[in-house]
């Protein structure tokens, strides 16, 4: 059937030089700017909304203010929250891609209520516009913090024994939604 829906522009392409992408994840609307991460390239793009590229930041690496597989981002009170994969944590930049601070590190768990300072293949984050939920992929379970006191946790979503109904299974992506006060979180691999 037709669509209504037509490309009025494109941002971004194919490359390994800045400004291009080789695989862009997260993405945020923030002040006028389209923002991605780029998950091969190592690094944060700035697009203006009719696709000229604007600046990038980030370079390889585990070092503060290097990354490693930046996936999803949340920009919160002017500070960017960027999940790195293959570093196993949350690193909090300034707008202009200063590191200010971070949180997580790696670790396999089998109780999803312990250690919930660690993670294993984070993926996702989203933001209720307080709190932080991030979607830790390699230990099936979302963990939600207060980025306002030392990213304390404030609950956790995970397989539980006795848990008939539902089971985190490589949860991927989350999303606050507005309207329905909840988070939405994809569950890849159920």
């Not at 570093?87 to 909090?92: A, D, G, M, Y």
């Not at 590190?105 to 209520?113: G, L, N, R």
């Not at 089971?167 to 606050?176: F, G, I, R």
């Amino acid at each position: 059937s037709k669509s209504n829906w037509k490309i009025v522009s494109v941002i971004g392409r194919s490359g390994l030089d800045i400004g291009t992408f080789s695989l862009p994840y997260g993405t945020q609307f923030y002040d006028g700017e389209l923002w991605t991460t780029d998950c091969s390239n190592e690094n944060i793009s700035t697009f203006s909304l009719d696709g000229k590229f604007l600046r990038s930041f980030g370079e390889y690496g585990t070092r503060l203010g290097q990354l490693d597989t930046p996936a999803a981002m949340k920009i919160l009170n002017e500070k960017i929250y960027v999940v790195e994969e293959r570093n196993h944590r949350v690193q909090v930049l300034d707008l202009n891609g200063n590191s200010i601070d971070v949180f997580g590190a790696y670790k396999k768990v089998k109780d999803p209520f312990l250690h919930t300072n660690k993670l294993n293949n984070p993926l996702g984050i989203a933001s209720d516009g307080k709190n932080l939920a991030v979607v830790d992929y390699g230990n099936n379970r979302v963990i939600g913090v207060n980025p306002d006191i030392g990213y304390q946790t404030e609950w956790v979503s995970g397989n539980l024994s006795d848990d008939e109904v539902f089971s985190w299974v490589k949860p991927y992506y989350a999303k606050w939604s507005k309207k329905g006060n909840y988070y939405v979180i994809s569950n890849r691999g159920a």
